[in-house]
Nanobody, 127 residues
Framework: EVQLVESGGGLVQTGGSLRLSCATS????????IGWFRQVPGKEREAVSC????????YYADSVKGRFTISSDNAKKMVYLQMNSLKPEDTAVYYC????????????????????WGQGTQVTVSS
């Protein structure tokens, strides 16, 4: 059974940093595409950043390019999202998701590709 558990959210001031962690279990890490998504009330869930270790591809939403960095640790089965220069518009619930077979995620990372989701972690950026 695929399990994903996010942590690392919290309250931070504009310009601050947070690192989100996604602990994964129940699947072969390299066979999956794993992504970070976010959602605010009343809006659709959107892809923030995704990674596929098998082909080395990564995706970043335009709104986070240059500020967020996705990484993974195969030995620990962890995926991280380092978020720097945070803005109030980054405030959302952030979710980790995974699915297989893996896909190349350079130009896009479709939300509807993913069937396994974590419970989410709240990120609040104060102005």
């Amino acid at each position: 059974e695929v399990q994903l558990v996010e942590s690392g959210g919290g309250l931070v001031q504009t310009g601050g940093s947070l690192r989100l962690s996604c602990a994964t279990s129940g699947f072969i890490f390299d066979e999956y595409t794993i992504g970070w998504f976010r959602q605010v009330p009343g809006k659709e869930r959107e892809a923030v950043s995704c990674i596929t270790r098998r082909d080395g591809s990564t995706y970043y939403a335009d709104s986070v390019k240059g500020r967020f960095t996705i990484s993974s640790d195969n030995a620990k089965k962890m995926v991280y999202l380092q978020m720097n220069s945070l803005k109030p518009e980054d405030t959302a619930v952030y979710y980790c998701a995974a699915d297989t077979p893996w896909i190349t995620v350079k130009a896009f990372c479709p939300v509807n590709f993913f069937e396994s989701w974590g419970q989410g972690t709240q990120v609040t950026v104060s102005s």
